[in-house]
């Protein structure tokens, strides 16, 4: 087993990059790692962290893809960076698997250009494991690749993910979740409704139907499929969620039972929606909203940017 | 003021709703309530809770729609449910507001069937606040009114959600984003790259740029714009992660730096993306899930998988 690295790729690196090749070389008896970038610049940071090992190849480079960089010119402008080379490594049969914690972007544009689709697969794709209560782990996808999603392409994400789950994690018949905004057939957007029609019909997927975001961490399946742009901003916020907690930040500000009701905007009338669950708390928090938005004249307010707006255009 | 509430509408109703309206009165001493129901029962639940009060008026009606009736038939079939007889209240000026609690999309269908649009609105909308650092709060709209928009209704979106922050929060020139993947222009789907040009060109609205997931809860903007299908489910999710942490689960099954990297999906090789910020244990695990990848077969399943897929259609 041959693993290739880009030594230099992420913020931390090369540093974090050659002690973690140490610390996974002591852990796994077994593999090479070939350490692609700056011959010279390899070694001495090997001699600094004390690492001499037959299972070290190193495969000298010049040439980087900055985080920043555009992607596409870069490819262009670097043939020989690191992120190339890497890919080719494993095109070539020359390592089994390549890792980069540089460029995304470049990774995702390198791949799609070094190595092919595998057959029948319409859309590579990217997921990431998504936490469940009891320790367990969904795996969401996509989270960024495809951006605009055609209902195909979403029953390839079901497919990728369930090979997934089933070779890494030993789940015979992953049961797989469309990401959507109620339970029930016929709720969602243009895509999910589609979605929903396709992925009943495929007897190889063991489909379970829509989930809704109040259960995502709730163990209902192991693979929960999306397009790219909603998994990205999914994914993102997530990685904020645990920012803000791990600060110890008052929970309570997520309680939306505490906010009261909602207004519906743009309509000739004062109109709050509710949370079925509403507490006397809650009743009396929407009724002193309902009190505030016809004292501060929100309709009249509305009325007048809308008028203007008209205006104008 | 009259402010009209669908005293039977909620999980926890009447009993909350009349406590609240008790509550209300208590703090509020101009407004009147008009309480829309059953007026015998009404009357024993105020006569239970000790509430006499000259500024309440009941509204009789023995008509209601559940929870999980389909709307536009309970509309047809129930033309005195409490809904319609509240909004109708509003329409005809006799309440100058009106609270449900109760079934949300009989309200929203109620309300477009009986409230007009406000001229120059394309799209009524719904919105929430959404929890900012240091206690401030963002307003994200449209949470779940309208699944498949169109970029002007985005912008439409843009302005109902600074006017309601200016009027409801003495916000000024509230800064407006848009929900996208990426804050450079150019990012992001079909949709949120067309209503990023159409909102640089507003002269009303200030439009600040794009905002990503992860900053959702950094105080960047006072207003979020994305569609109701993303708005539906962050909200749901972020309702979600409030269960999670109110029940002092362990933050760091968010701490995304724990799982290593990602592997693209679908390709011909194995190619894994790190964290940018990977510290060296990420790069020991990404080490360790690229061995596990290559051990585990991934590929050659995902090739006998898709080839299956390929023979049976």
């Given at each position: 087993m041959r693993i290739a690295l880009d030594v230099f790729?992420?913020?931390?690196?090369?540093?974090?990059?050659?002690?973690g090749v140490s610390l996974f070389l002591q852990e796994n008896k077994q593999a090479h790692v070939l350490l692609i970038g700056y011959e010279d610049a390899?070694?001495?940071?090997?001699?600094?962290?004390?690492?001499?090992?037959?299972?070290?190849?190193?495969?000298?480079?010049?040439?980087?893809?900055?985080?920043?960089?555009?992607?596409?010119?870069?490819?262009?402008?670097?043939?020989?960076?690191?992120?190339?080379?890497?890919?080719?490594?494993?095109?070539?049969?020359?390592?089994?698997?390549?890792?980069?914690?540089?460029?995304?972007?470049?990774?995702?544009?390198?791949?799609?250009?070094?190595?092919?689709?595998?057959?029948?697969?319409?859309?590579?794709?990217?997921?990431?494991?998504?936490?469940?209560?009891?320790g367990a782990f969904a795996y969401l996808l996509d989270v960024g690749l495809n951006m605009d999603c055609k209902p195909e392409h979403l029953v390839g994400f079901a497919q990728l993910g369930s090979t997934y789950m089933r070779v890494m994690h030993h789940i015979g018949s992953p049961r797989v979740a469309l990401l959507n905004v109620g339970q029930e057939r016929g709720k969602g957007n243009q895509l999910t409704k589609k979605v929903y029609e396709l992925l009943s019909r495929q007897n190889d997927i063991y489909?379970?139907?829509?989930?809704?975001?109040?259960?995502?961490?709730?163990?209902?399946?192991?693979?929960?499929?999306?397009?790219?742009?909603?998994?990205?901003?999914?994914?993102?916020?997530?990685?904020a969620i645990y920012d803000l907690f791990k600060d110890r930040i008052d929970v309570n500000i997520f309680n939306y039972e505490l906010y009261g009701g909602t207004p519906i905007l743009g309509i000739e009338g004062v109109a709050i929606i509710g949370h079925g669950?509403?507490?006397?708390?809650?009743?009396?928090?929407?009724?002193?909203?309902?009190?505030?938005?016809?004292?501060?004249?929100?309709?009249?307010?509305?009325?007048?940017?809308?008028?203007?707006?008209?205006?104008?255009?």
């Open positions: 790729g992420g913020d931390l690196a090369p540093q974090a990059s050659i002690e390899i070694q001495k940071l090997m001699a600094e962290h004390g690492i001499s090992t037959t299972r070290i190849d190193i495969i000298h480079t010049t040439e980087y893809i900055g985080m920043d960089e555009q992607p596409v010119q870069a490819f262009q402008q670097k043939p020989k960076n690191s992120i190339s080379v890497g890919l080719s490594l494993v095109k070539e049969r020359k390592a089994d698997a390549f890792i980069s914690a540089g460029n995304t972007g470049a990774m995702l544009v390198g791949a799609s250009l070094i190595l092919s689709p595998i057959k029948g697969v319409q859309r590579p794709t990217i997921g990431t494991y998504y936490p469940q209560k009891g489909f379970i139907g829509n989930i809704e975001g109040r259960d995502l961490h709730n163990q209902i399946a192991e693979v929960i499929v999306c397009d790219g742009f909603l998994g990205n901003i999914l994914l993102k916020h997530a990685e669950i509403s507490n006397r708390t809650a009743f009396k928090n929407m009724l002193h909203k309902a009190a505030e938005l016809v004292e501060k004249k929100l309709i009249e307010n509305i009325q007048s940017d809308f008028e203007k707006k008209y205006v104008l255009r």
